[in-house]
Nanobody, 123 residues
Framework: QVQLVESGGGLVQAGGSLRLSCAASGFTFSNYAMGWFRQAPGKEGEFVAIISAGGIPDFADSVKGRFTISRDNAKNTVYLQMNSLTPDDTAVYYC?????????????????WGQGTQVTVSS
């Protein structure tokens, strides 16, 4: 069965960095785009980043220039490198499998989700 397991969250001071990992199993990882979303307390979930099956990334405006996304198809893992973190980045971060190889920023276009990893940025 499809499984997505995030790791790497934690508590960091503003200006710091974290790298999240999402280990995938149960499907041909290289055939799918993968995305990261986040949900802060009391707010709706929002798109953060996506990487296509071919390795092309895209980002939400709020994280452009600070976050990078990458994938290692040999390890079935997608990464989210987060730099220059601010308290506004505090949220539970989820990785998700896009239903196809191409981009989508809509949560409904992702069919499998991980359990999430908490990122807390202190001021």
């Amino acid at each position: 069965q499809v499984q997505l397991v995030e790791s790497g969250g934690g508590l960091v001071q503003a200006g710091g960095s974290l790298r999240l990992s999402c280990a995938a199993s149960g499907f041909t990882f290289s055939n799918y785009a993968m995305g990261w979303f986040r949900q802060a307390p009391g707010k709706e979930g929002e798109f953060v980043a996506i990487i296509s099956a071919g390795g092309i990334p895209d980002f939400a405006d709020s994280v452009k220039g600070r976050f990078t996304i990458s994938r290692d198809n040999a390890k079935n893992t997608v990464y989210l490198q987060m730099n220059s973190l601010t308290p506004d980045d505090t949220a539970v971060y989820y990785c998700a499998r896009r239903r196809s190889r191409s981009y989508s920023y809509a949560q409904g276009e992702y069919d499998y989700w991980g359990q999430g990893t908490q990122v807390t940025v202190s001021s």
